[in-house]
């Protein structure tokens, strides 16, 4: 089944605009002193947010992709984290900021954070578009936060409902078919 209404504007593309703004304007002043940050996209759901931050930032960086699987179909949980694809080459030594769509229980970033850490990067932080932190079960730090959410199915700016509403450039309210 495909649900067809059209998502109710929850955070506005300027909205969206403003906060990017903000979040690159830290993120480049906590890193200006360590050197060049490697951006670790997790795919598919933060290729916007990590499209639109990566050219805002004044320090060097470069940009990796993992991708990573944590629900069978549409927001029905299916347990387990699963890795789906791996980044390319060796992090050991680098500064990791893992660019994240949204934590909703935590179990997927708990899961990154530490496979990642046995890797021995210099650092790691986390910036994440949106976080439902009343639904969030494990213990996970978000470094940089654009948003805070309650507990609504979002679609939008990467964001998708059974691959609905990924490329919408605003964060829409789509109520879940299955649920
Ligand atoms: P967690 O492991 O429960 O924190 O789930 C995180 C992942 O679930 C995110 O990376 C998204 O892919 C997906 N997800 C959770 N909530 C939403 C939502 O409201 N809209 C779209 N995807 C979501
Ligand atoms: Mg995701």
């Given at each position: 089944m495909?649900?067809?209404?059209?998502?109710e504007?929850l955070i506005?593309e300027?909205q969206i605009?403003d906060?990017?703004d903000e979040l690159a304007?830290?993120?480049?002043a906590?890193?200006a002193e360590k050197?060049e940050v490697?951006?670790?996209g997790?795919?598919k759901?933060?290729?916007?947010?990590?499209a639109d931050l990566?050219r805002?930032?004044?320090?060097?960086r470069?940009?990796?992709f993992?991708?990573?699987?944590?629900?069978e179909?549409?927001?029905?949980r299916s347990g387990?984290v699963?890795?789906?694809?791996d980044?390319?080459?060796?992090?050991?030594?680098k500064?990791?900021?893992?660019?994240?769509?949204i934590?909703d229980s935590?179990?997927?970033?708990?899961?990154?954070v530490n496979?990642l850490?046995?890797?021995?990067?210099?650092?790691?932080?986390?910036?994440?578009?949106?976080?439902?932190?009343e639904?969030?079960?494990?213990?996970v730090t978000?470094?940089?936060?654009?948003?805070?959410?309650?507990d609504?199915?979002v679609?939008?700016?990467g964001?998708?409902y059974?691959?609905i509403g990924?490329?919408?450039?605003?964060?829409?309210i789509l109520?879940p078919d299955?649920?």
């Amino acid at each position: 089944m495909t649900n067809t209404k059209k998502p109710e504007v929850l955070i506005s593309e300027d909205q969206i605009e403003d906060r990017i703004d903000e979040l690159a304007q830290q993120i480049s002043a906590d890193y200006a002193e360590k050197g060049e940050v490697v951006l670790l996209g997790v795919l598919k759901g933060a290729f916007i947010f990590l499209a639109d931050l990566s050219r805002r930032l004044t320090i060097p960086r470069q940009v990796e992709f993992i991708a990573i699987s944590s629900y069978e179909q549409g927001s029905i949980r299916s347990g387990a984290v699963r890795l789906v694809m791996d980044v390319r080459r060796s992090i050991e030594g680098k500064h990791l900021l893992i660019i994240e769509d949204i934590v909703d229980s935590g179990h997927t970033l708990h899961y990154l954070v530490n496979m990642l850490k046995s890797r021995n990067p210099a650092s790691i932080r986390t910036c994440c578009l949106l976080h439902k932190t009343e639904k969030t079960e494990v213990d996970v730090t978000v470094d940089y936060l654009g948003f805070n959410l309650q507990d609504e199915w979002v679609v939008g700016y990467g964001l998708d409902y059974k691959e609905i509403g990924r490329t919408l450039p605003y964060i829409g309210i789509l109520e879940p078919d299955d649920q």
